[in-house]
Structure formats: C-alpha cells, structure tokens
C-alpha cells in the first residue's frame, strides 16, 4: 500500500502538473510557479499536514510587496518566498467540502483520482480571478477602484507599496498615512517614501 506521502505526489504529478505546466507554470517538488516578465509570479503550493491530508495555497508574489516584507531594496527571489507572503493570497477549498473551515484534501490510496480531480477543479476554478493579478498595473487597478479581488490582501499597505513603486507619490504616500493611522507604523512611510526618492 503506497504512503500517505506518495499518494499526495500521485495527485501532484497526475492531476495537478499538467494542467498547471500547460499553463506556464514550473514545478519544483509540491510547488508551481508562473513567472512574469517582472519578477512578479503566482504561486500554487500544495501543503501538507497530517496523514494524507494536504491544502492548496495560491499566492500572488508582487516583487514591491517582496520587497517591503523583507526589507530589500532590490528585486527578492521570488523562488523562496512562500504563500503567506504573498500581496493576494488564500487556501483554495475543496469542492467536496464546501463549508469554509474545511479547506483541507485528505486522499488515500482507493481515492486519489477522485480528491485529485477535486482539486484540480479547485485550481481551474481559481486561475481566471488569479492570473490576471500577475499584471501588477491590473492589481493596482483593482484596488484603486476598490473592485472584488480574491482571496485575502491587505489592501491599504498593497496599494501604497505598488502606488510607490509606478512612482504615484500622492497616492503611495496618503496610503502610507493611512496604514500608519491604524497601525502606527513609521517604518511603513519611511520604506515608501524611501521608494519615491
């Protein structure tokens, strides 16, 4: 009887790599990345817990926001950062368990063709509202017109950071301000005004 371990890269290889490598994405172990020509990627991250349960995590990595996160003043490898660290980010949810606080897969042997087309389904469902965030313009966009987006961002900070780095200096800073309201975080408004100069 194959391991927990081995079922879940069945469902990776099988299901999930050749759909997602169809679509641009490059693969290395559980994780996919899609590059854009600006460092920016998108992420799909399979995750493992417990026994042969696993989560999918999808995660938009904005080199901007890479940057304030880790304090960097130049492009960050993309490569190493992981889901959380992501501008957009969520846990993509099973279609069998609808309900939100049951996000995780869980395949055994006599089951992983079905919990791998289940999240697959979960990822092709996903893809068309992520994709288009790889254009950090479009992301930008969105969040300036307030506009639906998935998954969690913390808006605010993400539209100053981006604001910053296409050089909107007023937008950037009244963000900034506005962040620093909430949170009293100077080192947020040095680091965008840092960018401005």
């Known amino acids: 009887m194959p391991s927990a371990r081995a079922v879940i ?23 996919f990345r899609k590059a854009a020509g600006n460092g920016d990627a998108l992420l799909l991250e399979v995750q493992t817990t417990s026994g042969s349960r696993f989560f999918l995590n999808i995660a938009v990595l904005s080199q901007p926001w890479l940057a304030w996160l880790r304090g960097a003043d130049g492009p960050v490898d993309a490569g190493k950062a992981i889901a959380t660290e992501g501008a957009v980010h969520d ?17 055994g042997p006599e089951d992983a063709d079905r919990v791998g087309a289940a999240a697959l389904a979960a990822v092709r469902s996903a893809l068309p509202d992520y994709l288009p965030l790889l254009d950090r313009a479009e992301l930008l966009s969105l969040l300036r017109d307030e506009a639906p987006i998935p998954g969690s961002c913390n808006r605010l900070a993400v539209r100053a950071v981006l604001a910053a780095d296409a050089g909107d200096a007023e937008p950037a800073r009244r963000d900034a301000a506005e962040v620093d309201r909430y949170a009293d975080d100077t080192e947020f408004i040095d680091w965008i005004d840092s960018r401005l100069r």
């Open 91 to 107: 846990r993509l949810r099973s279609p069998e368990n609808p309900r939100w606080y049951e996000d995780a897969f869980a395949a």
């Open 9 to 31: 890269d069945q469902i990776v290889r099988g299901h999930l790599a050749p759909v997602l490598e169809a679509e641009g994405f490059v693969r290395k172990g559980r994780c």
